[in-house]
Structures are given as C-alpha cells and as structure tokens.
T-cell receptor, first 113, second 113 residues
Framework: GDSVVQTEGQVLPSEGDSLIVNCSYETTQYPSLFWYVQYPGEGPQLHLKAMKANDKGRNKGFEAMYRKETTSFHLEKDSVQESDSAVYFCALSECDAGNMLTFGGGTRLMVKP | EPEVTQTPSHQVTQMGQEVILRCVPISNHLYFYWYRQILGQKVEFLVS????????KSEIFDDQFSVERPDGSNFTLKIRSTKLEDSAMYFC???????????FGEGSRLTVL
C-alpha cells in the first residue's frame, strides 16, 4: 500500500534559520502530493500541493518540489518565523483510491524567537 | 468563510457504549470523509462517502463503525460499541469534487474509559 515517511518528531530552528522537512513517499501510482499544516486545536489545513512530477507547490514562503525520480516532496523555507510554528504533515492521494489522503507521521516545527 | 463544523468537541464515554459524532460539511460539497488521529500519531483515513454510499474504507473501519447522511446536511460517524483504543481525535472533511481541496473540521475528541 501507499506510505509517506517524513522527518520525525520536532524541529527547533531559530527565527531566520532555513528549514528542510523531509518527505518521501511510496506508491505504485502517480499521486498528488500535499503538505498540510495543523495549528493547536484545529484540524489539518492545506498548506501547499503539487499535482504532478516537477510541479512546485508554494505558500507563505514555503516551497516543495515534486521529485518523481527520488520519490520526495521535501518542505523548504529560506527563513522561518515564529508564526510558522505548527505540525506539518506530508500526504499523498491517488485518483484510483478515491483520492483519500495517506498522511505521514507529522513533524512539529517549533521556531525559537 | 464556509467551514466544516463538528460536534461534540469532546466526548467521554464508557467502554461498550455507542457514540455518534456529527459533522456539517460545507454546503456545496459532495464528498465526505472521516479521519482519526490517535494522540501523537499520524492522521489515518477511515472512510469516504459520496452519493449516499461509502466509496472507500480502511481496515480500521470495521463492523463497529458506520456512517450516515440522514438529512442532506449532517454527516455522522457511529461507533456501536466503543473500545479503549477508539480514543482519538476524529476529523470530518469534505470537498466539492473528487480532486478539490479537502477541508477539515476542528475535530471531535473521543475519550473511552
């Protein structure tokens, strides 16, 4: 079955640091790829997406490139801010699986002021 | 801004009791989903629902679970006889079409004692 593996646990950069949160996926199909963000007390919300290979998703200074050759969708930002602190989930969906989302385990980003 | 709403926000129940979690999806959405998140773990797909029937379900969604859209607005998840391991945050989600953005509610926390 499909699977998504991402950077585990917490990431603790300081404000202004660059960020990479790794995401690798495994599937037999051609998925769409997503990053969802979850703030305390809220449900996940779409952060950015890429629908096919070589697409780049962008939002609020974050970027992720859909790399089919390495089956990766790493989340990157040049300069994080304290307000970026949240839990980030990498996810994939496939058209022939009802477009249900398969999530990674989540990465807690805590940006130090 | 339209949103997915869920009730109750928190329910505590005894093992073996029936629980119904309610969701009001965004009004023009046609595809409905339940996901769950055990504390500290990944978000897991339970079931998808379209055109008044289940379209996909996961291994988690066994005979103890059922979903219903009784009145054209509410979308409910019923757990017939709760177990300790059903304790989790349950998220309802909806989208307009099969490939549109998935919108999540804020979740219903279920605690089974």
């Amino acid at each position: 079955g499909d699977s998504v593996v991402q950077t585990e646990g917490q990431v603790l950069p300081s404000e202004g640091d660059s960020l990479i949160v790794n995401c690798s996926y495994e599937t037999t199909q051609y998925p769409s790829l997503f990053w969802y963000v979850q703030y305390p007390g809220e449900g996940p919300q779409l952060h950015l997406k890429a629908m096919k290979a070589n697409d780049k998703g962008r939002n609020k200074g974050f970027e992720a490139m859909y790399r089919k050759e390495t089956t990766s969708f790493h989340l990157e930002k040049d300069s994080v801010q304290e307000s970026d602190s949240a839990v980030y989930f990498c996810a994939l969906s496939e058209c022939d699986a009802g477009n249900m989302l398969t999530f990674g385990g989540g990465t807690r980003l805590m940006v130090k002021p | 801004e339209p949103e997915v709403t869920q009730t109750p926000s928190h329910q505590v129940t005894q093992m073996g009791q029936e629980v119904i979690l309610r969701c009001v999806p965004i009004s023009n959405h046609l595809y409905f989903y339940w996901y769950r998140q055990i504390l500290g773990q990944k978000v897991e797909f339970l079931v998808s629902f379209y055109n008044n029937e289940i379209s996909e379900k996961s291994e988690i969604f066994d005979d103890q679970f059922s979903v219903e859209r009784p009145d054209g607005s509410n979308f409910t998840l019923k757990i017939r006889s709760t177990k300790l391991e059903d304790s989790a945050m349950y998220f309802c989600a909806s989208r307009t079409g099969n490939t549109g953005e998935l919108f999540f509610g804020e979740g219903s926390r279920l605690t089974v004692l």
